[in-house]
C-alpha cells in the first residue's frame, strides 16, 4: 500500500516537473520568437534607411556595408549595466533597439530614437535604462518587463496585467514615461540642482509648500503629524497600496492622482480635505512625492565606474528659456526684484509678497501698468525707477507672476 502510494508520488511530481519545465521554456519560445520578430522588423526598417541615405549620398558603400554587417550580428540580446544592482542587466534595447538611433525618430516604440539629449549623458551602456524608467530590466518578455501602457502619456505602465499565458503580471515598480521621469532623478540628483531639468516635480515641490500640506504630513523630519510621513513616499511598490476605492488602473501613480481628486473616496475616513486642482497640478504633485526616497545611489561610485559621464565637461546643460513663466522668471531675477518682495522664502518685506500672485487672477492690462508706472499705482519714496522692458520680457514677467500659486 505504501509502496503504491510512493509510486503515485513519484509519478505526480514527475508530472508537475514537466509541466513547470513545459511552461518555461514555452515562456522563453515565446519571449525570443517577440525579440526575433521586432529585431526583423527594425533591420527591415534600418535597411529602408540605409538604402535611402546611399542613394541620396548621405552614406557611402564602405559605411553602407559596415552598417549591414553590424544588422546581420544583431539579433543577440544586449545587456545593459544596472547601477547599484551589479548582479542584474537591463535587457530593453534586445527590443528597444531604435533607442540610441539618431536616425529612427519618425519611428514608433520600440523602434524610436529615445527623446532629448538625456543619452549623452546616461549612455545606457554605462547605466542602463531601468535606472530612470523603472520596470523589470531582466525580462525579454514585454508584459513581465513593463506591463500594458495605460494610454499615450499617462506616465505609468499597469502594474497588475495579465501575459499572454493568462497569469497576472504584478511589477514592484511599472515602468515610467513622459514627465513622471523626473520622479526617479533623485536617486542620483538633488532636485534643486537640477531644477530645470525637472520642472514638473519642482512645480510640484512648490505646491505642496503653498498648499500647506505639511501642516499634516511630515517631509523629511519637518511638518506635522496627523497624516502619514510622506519622506520616503518614493520607496513604496506597487504593491504597497490599498486599490480598494480606485476606480482606475491599479499603479501608484494613477492611486496618488485619485487621492488628489477626493481624498475621501480613497481613503475613506481621512481629514484631508477636497482641494480644487487641475489634471496639471495634480501630476506635478504626484511626481513631486514619488521622487521622495531614503535609497540614493552612490555618486562617488557611480563616478569611478562611468568616468567620464561625471566630468564637467560631460554634464548635461539645462535649456535656457527663450519665453513663458521660466524665461519671466530670469528677467524677475535680472531686476533684482526680491530687493523689495518676499516670494518662496527670500525676499525683502517692503514690497507686496508676490508667493501667491498667480492667486488674485490680475489682468494682464493691470499688470502691465504696474510694472511699467508703479509709482503712480504705488505711492512711496522708496520706489524703484519705472521698468522699461521690451515686449518679449514684459509678457514673460508676466506670465511668471500669474504662475505663482
Not at 21 to 30: A, D, E, H, I, K
Not at 99 to 119: A, C, E, R
Not at 232 to 259: C, F, M, P, V
Amino acid at each position: 500500500m505504501m509502496k503504491n502510494i510512493l509510486n503515485i508520488s513519484a509519478v505526480v511530481i514527475i508530472v508537475a516537473l514537466i509541466g513547470v519545465t513545459g511552461y518555461f521554456l514555452s515562456v522563453n519560445l515565446r519571449d525570443k520568437k517577440q525579440n526575433r520578430s521586432y529585431y526583423q522588423e527594425y533591420r527591415k526598417i534600418k535597411i529602408e534607411k540605409l538604402n535611402q541615405e546611399r542613394s541620396q549620398g548621405k552614406i557611402d558603400s564602405s559605411s553602407f556595408n559596415d552598417e549591414m554587417n553590424k544588422l546581420d550580428k544583431g539579433e543577440e540580446v544586449i545587456e545593459d549595466p544596472v547601477p547599484g544592482k551589479e548582479h542584474k542587466k537591463d535587457l530593453c534595447r534586445t527590443c528597444h533597439r531604435g533607442g540610441t538611433d539618431s536616425s529612427m525618430t519618425d519611428q514608433k516604440n520600440p523602434f524610436k530614437t529615445h527623446p532629448g539629449d538625456y543619452l549623452k549623458v546616461h549612455p545606457p551602456e554605462k547605466f542602463g535604462c531601468t535606472v530612470c524608467h523603472n520596470g523589470d530590466g531582466t525580462k525579454l518578455n514585454r508584459d513581465f518587463a513593463h506591463g500594458r501602457q495605460i494610454s499615450e502619456g499617462e506616465g505609468e505602465k499597469d502594474s497588475s496585467v495579465k501575459s499572454p499565458s493568462g497569469s497576472e503580471v504584478s511589477a514592484d515598480s511599472p515602468v515610467l514615461v513622459g514627465e513622471y521621469v523626473q520622479s526617479s532623478c533623485t536617486k542620483c540628483h538633488d532636485a534643486d540642482s537640477i531644477a530645470l531639468m525637472v520642472p514638473n516635480l519642482i512645480k510640484g515641490k512648490q505646491l505642496v509648500k503653498s498648499l500647506g500640506c505639511s501642516d499634516c504630513h511630515s517631509i523629511e523630519g519637518a511638518g506635522g503629524i496627523e497624516g502619514p510621513d510622506l519622506s520616503y513616499e518614493g520607496d513604496k511598490l506597487s504593491q504597497d497600496y490599498n486599490y480598494s476605492h480606485i476606480s482606475g488602473s491599479r499603479t501608484a501613480i494613477n492611486w496618488h492622482k485619485e487621492h488628489l481628486e477626493d481624498p475621501a473616496k480613497v481613503s475613506p475616513g481621512t481629514s484631508m480635505p477636497k482641494i480644487a486642482l487641475d489634471d496639471n497640478k495634480i501630476k506635478n504633485i504626484t511626481v513631486y512625492l514619488l521622487s521622495l526616497r531614503s535609497e540614493k545611489l552612490d555618486r562617488k561610485e557611480l563616478a569611478q565606474n562611468n568616468a567620464p559621464y561625471f566630468n564637467k565637461e560631460h554634464r548635461l546643460e539645462p535649456p535656457i528659456p527663450q519665453e513663458g513663466p521660466a524665461y519671466g522668471k530670469m528677467v524677475y531675477e535680472k531686476l533684482d526684484c526680491s530687493k523689495c518682495h518676499y516670494l518662496d522664502g527670500s525676499g525683502d518685506s517692503k514690497g507686496v509678497d508676490l508667493s501667491l500672485e498667480g492667486e488674485l487672477d490680475r489682468s494682464d492690462e493691470w499688470l502691465k501698468r504696474v510694472i511699467r508706472s508703479h509709482k503712480e499705482v504705488f505711492y512711496g519714496d522708496d520706489l524703484p525707477e519705472d521698468y522699461k522692458l521690451d515686449e518679449k520680457d514684459e509678457t514673460a514677467l508676466i506670465q511668471y507672476l500669474q504662475s505663482l500659486k
